[in-house]
């Protein structure tokens, strides 16, 4: 079984900078692609930013030079930096894998998810 807790959310002033972290655990062989997600209240979740294992970056347009995803894949953990937050980054921020466990399963696991509140 694999896991990934996220964490870091929290309660910040527009302007201000958070730094999310999602860990793996479990029976991992490998991680391929990681994701971070946000769902807004009413509104579908939606994807944020993509880090592949060799550190290919995607992110949408809303957040390009703002927010910065990494990963350290010696700790099968990926980051969110996240500065200039702006109310409309509002969201909770979920952690997506692809992952392929131990027994050779290509699993797609999500995190429980990390409330970011951005107060104006």
């Known amino acids: 079984q694999v896991q990934l807790v996220e964490s870091g959310g929290g309660l910040v002033q527009a302007g201000g900078s958070l730094r999310l972290s999602c860990a793996a655990s479990g029976s991992i062989f490998s991680i391929n692609v990681m994701d971070w997600y946000r769902q807004a209240p009413g509104k579908q979740r939606e994807l944020v930013a993509r880090?592949?294992?060799?550190?290919?970056?995607y992110y949408t347009d809303s957040v390009k030079g703002r927010f910065t995803i990494s990963r350290d894949n010696a700790k099968n953990t990926v980051y969110l930096q996240m500065n200039s937050l702006k109310p409309e980054d509002t969201a909770v921020y979920y952690c997506n894998a692809a992952v392929v466990d131990g027994s050779g399963s290509y699993l797609e696991v999500w995190g429980q998810g990390t409330l970011v509140t951005v107060s104006s």
């Open positions: 880090i592949t294992s060799h550190g290919s970056t």
